[in-house]
């Protein structure tokens, strides 16, 4: 299986530093980060840093923090996606000790415990988290924080310079000094941990995940075999948050490809910024993708170019049989308003196939993967080579796959083998022997089947599926696709809803209130809630029986998500019983 995804010629890596030094030496006056920089009078500048001058700085900043006394210490990071983030975060790994990067979006309370719980001697942030450093500098004597260093306060008693740091480490590495020495000389074991994850969910239930420099680097190899780049031309749209392994990764696949990074402002800026920096990757979750597809369809729509659209779209495909490849010059207009897009990459859950589709035939290349942080984070990845339209591609290589106890369908939990696999949970010796088992299978808790050519298919999670009193199964996101397919449908769930002594199906459905503003006007709620119920009874009427779902809740109110907006089902069906039961 693994055969299938090997295309292209890759560069295997000792260790993070190997290949920061080997794509320095490869690429040093090529850009590889934009740093937009907005000036007091408004005016807007672009610092393009090449490999050489990223490098150097790492070097300073590295001799600065073992001056501290940092070497072999855990150090935290807490910040929006910038630049500092990622020199931080290789600076590190690349010769002072192991690397905590913390979800950007936590509360204050749980900031505290994760620095607490990591057992970080120091903490690298912004100028967001500025107040919060204060007062947990002040009230939390729990922790083993030592050094509190802002990226952006230059003078300040509390707190280091970020900036001060790369200052007096550029004269250390002019003199090489011993701390630049003992830098340049530190020695990293691959194969033990040096980065320390968090996964989302309250800090109470959160597993900090132990990753080495062996994962990464094996996941940098099998994603040079599998996915084209091209060096100097490539552009990157930093999206999703560094913090979390698939933005970490693709980050770093593309610095060690020679491509350059820009970062996004937000989820209110991305086409701006697509467009702004002319970026040709990007990398998000299934819900951005698609309202990004969404947008342009409606658009089209508007335009009354929708028959034209679907023409050129098979115009496309029946040339692509003959090798010639025409999409991009055909869809040139819907290409340019999203800044020349080339890739996009669907991570974190289910991409509608429709959508995927819908943009491989545009001339946008859109591939799925699947993974877990535990996993560093790809398992399975596809490419413009091997797309199957819903599922999630073939493994990289090095990486082994099953499904543990298929059923009549060829379903069962997916498990995984290789060097990808997390080291375990910090100080969680149960929950790590649960999943993680002494033959080297780490099991996802994820359910799935692998078709006959190879390619896996997810059909949910484990813990989510709907055992009924009969004994039949119910894969909930199976239905969620098909109520996701409702015009008005912003997101839903669907879940077992305690009754008596069995389940009833329910659907929680979220409606996205603007398009029926537009689309009917003056509707009540009870009329809307009479159309959903008709709608659902169609999709019932070609399922089996024992699926149908038999009762919806209908809002306008958003549910709880994580910071990649997955939503939190678990925490959304807890709230959703609660509120019910209250009623």
Not at 29 to 41: G, M, Q, S, V
Not at 112 to 136: G, H, P, Q, W
Request: with cysteine.
């Amino acid at each position: 299986m693994n055969s299938k995804n090997c295309f292209y010629e890759a560069d295997k890596y000792k260790d993070l530093r190997d290949m920061v030094n080997k794509v320095t030496e490869k690429y040093s006056e090529l850009t590889a980060f934009i740093e937009k920089r907005k000036l007091a009078d408004k005016e807007v500048t672009y610092r393009h840093i090449s490999y050489r001058e990223f490098k150097d700085e790492m070097d300073a900043l590295g001799s600065s923090l073992i001056s501290l006394g940092l070497k072999n210490k855990k150090i935290a990071i807490l910040s929006q996606n910038r630049y500092e983030w990622v020199e931080s975060y290789l600076c590190i790994l690349s010769g002072v000790g192991t690397v905590v990067p913390l979800d950007r979006s936590l509360p204050a309370d749980e900031i505290v415990s994760l620095l607490r719980r990591s057992e970080a001697d120091a903490v690298i942030f912004d100028k967001k988290y500025t107040e919060v450093m204060e007062n947990i500098q002040k009230n939390d004597k729990e922790n083993n924080v030592k050094y509190y260093i802002s990226m952006d306060i230059e003078e300040d008693n509390n707190f280091v310079s970020y900036n001060k740091l790369i200052e007096k480490g550029k004269e250390r590495v002019k003199e090489k000094d011993k701390f630049y020495e003992e830098y340049l000389n530190y020695e990293i074991n691959p194969k033990e941990m040096s980065i320390l994850l968090y996964t989302s969910g309250t800090t109470s239930m959160s597993k900090a995940v132990m990753l080495c420099h062996e994962n990464i680097v094996s996941e940098l190899y099998g994603l040079e075999s599998v996915l084209k780049l091209y060096t100097g031309k490539d552009r990157y749209l930093e999206f999703l948050p560094l913090h979390h392994t698939l933005g970490t990764i693709v980050m770093i696949f593309v610095y060690a490809t020679g491509g350059e990074t820009a970062f996004c402002e937000g989820l209110r800026h991305i086409q701006e910024n697509m467009k702004e920096y002319k970026a040709s990757i990007f990398i998000a979750v299934p819900l951005l993708i698609e309202n990004i597809y969404k947008k342009v369809m409606k658009q089209i729509e508007k335009q009354g170019k929708l028959k034209k659209v679907m023409f050129a779209r098979k115009l496309g495909n029946f040339f692509l049989k003959f090798g010639i490849d025409i999409r991009r010059k055909l869809f040139k207009e819907v290409i340019d308003n999203l800044g020349g897009l080339r890739v996009i990459v669907c991570g974190a859950a289910a991409l509608d196939k429709e959508v995927s589709k819908g943009l491989n035939e545009m001339g946008i290349e859109t591939v799925q993967g699947y993974g877990l942080t535990e996993t560093s984070p790809v398992i399975t990845v596809e490419n413009d080579k091997n797309i199957r339209y819903g599922s999630s591609g073939y493994p990289l290589l090095d990486v082994e796959v099953e499904i543990e106890n298929p059923d009549e369908k060829g379903i069962g939990e997916i498990k995984t083998k290789g060097p990808h696999v997390m080291l375990g949970y910090y100080k969680m010796e149960e929950e790590t022997k649960e999943v993680l088992k002494d033959d080297g299978w780490f099991y996802t808790g994820d359910l799935g089947y692998i078709d006959k050519d190879g390619y896996l298919f997810i059909t949910g999670r484990k813990k989510y599926v709907i055992v009924l009193k009969n004994g039949k199964n119910i894969y909930p996101e199976e239905l969620e696709k098909l109520i996701d397919k409702l015009p008005y449908v912003s997101e839903n769930i669907v879940f077992g809803l305690p009754k008596d002594d069995d389940l009833l199906v329910t659907a929680k459905i979220v409606y996205n209130k603007d398009y029926v503003k537009e689309a009917y006007k003056d509707i009540t709620k009870e009329e809307l809630n009479d159309m959903i119920w008709k709608d659902i009874k169609k999709i019932n009427s070609n399922l089996s029986t024992y699926k149908y779902i038999k009762k919806i809740i209908v809002t306008d109110e958003p549910m709880i998500k994580t910071t990649t907006a997955k939503i939190k089902k678990i925490a959304e069906i807890e709230k959703t019983i609660k509120e019910l039961e209250e009623k």
